[in-house]
Nanobody, 125 residues
């Protein structure tokens, strides 16, 4: 079970850090990812990270502003969001690909088997 936190209200240009923690399973062997869903839109990929954290991939819309990282000792994945824009307003979901392999990351939503409950990020202009 995944638990996401850290959402809230930020001004444009501000920062937030999201966290996603799991209390069970082999976290260090899961590819982790962040997705988001804005009002009236489909859920979209944001960022993903490999088991060890050495491989990462972020969507072009957030590249240079968002950073994904993980702490396997704490069973937590993070999404550092800087230079926030109003269009970043969305519910952010963390996901775990339970059937991944070392060195891989996952961009496709249907690769993810487990999801957190979502945390709302609102960016005001």
């Amino acid at each position: 079970q995944l638990q996401a936190s850290g959402g809230g209200l930020a001004q444009a240009g501000g920062s937030l850090r999201l966290s996603c923690t799991t209390s069970g399973g082999a976290f260090s062997r899961y590819v982790m990812g962040w997705f988001r869903q804005a009002p009236g839109k489909e859920r979209e990929f944001v960022a993903t990270i490999s088991w060890s954290g050495t491989r990462k991939y972020v969507a072009s819309s957030v590249k240079g502003r968002f950073t994904i990282s993980r702490d396997n000792a704490e069973n937590t994945v993070f999404l550092q969001m800087n230079s926030l824009k109003p269009e970043d307003t969305a519910i952010y979901y963390c996901g775990a690909d339970l059937n991944s392999v070392s060195g891989a990351y996952s961009i496709e939503e249907d690769r993810y088997d487990a999801w957190g409950q979502g945390t709302l990020v609102t960016v005001s202009s």
